[in-house]
């Protein structure tokens, strides 16, 4: 099948394709006497891999090292569980870090209603709803 195809069956870009081959995650595809590039059912798993991983969240060089585990039917799969703990360790990390960003857009929006017209943008300028902000004010008029 040729990429345009390979596109529409897995529901990846033709650009994101040619991107993976050129990271080297998809093997160069044979090309056709006109130069079009060929894929087979092999390709198309590879592809629906990548894009399984990319859906949970793995990034590019842990993909490659996936694949290099997958490629290998002997290797076990202790490197894939500690990537997958080690992913659920960063996701966390990223719910926290939103937990606070809704917190901090929460004590803006607290701002506006205080303060007429415009509060957010009047807070956003002087960092009124940012503790970091505050802190760094108060500490400037001490001295």
Request: proline share 3%; charged share 30%; net charge positive.
């Amino acid at each position: 099948m040729k990429i345009g195809e390979l596109a529409k069956l897995s529901g990846i870009q033709t650009v994101t394709i040619r991107f993976y081959e050129k990271e080297g995650l998809l093997d160069a595809p044979v090309r056709s006497d006109s130069n079009y590039r060929i894929y087979g059912n092999d390709d198309f798993e590879r592809l629906r891999f990548i894009k399984h991983c990319r859906q949970h969240g793995i990034g590019l060089s842990d993909i490659r090292q996936l694949l290099a585990y997958k490629d290998n039917p002997q290797a076990r799969c202790e490197f894939a569980n500690a990537l997958v703990k080690k992913h659920i360790v960063n996701v966390r990390m990223q719910i926290e870090s939103l937990v606070h960003l809704e917190w901090q857009l929460e004590q803006l929006l607290e701002c506006a209603r205080k303060k007429p017209g415009r509060g957010i943008i009047d807070s956003l300028n002087k960092g009124d709803s940012c503790p970091d902000c505050a802190r760094h004010r108060q500490q400037k008029a001490r001295g």
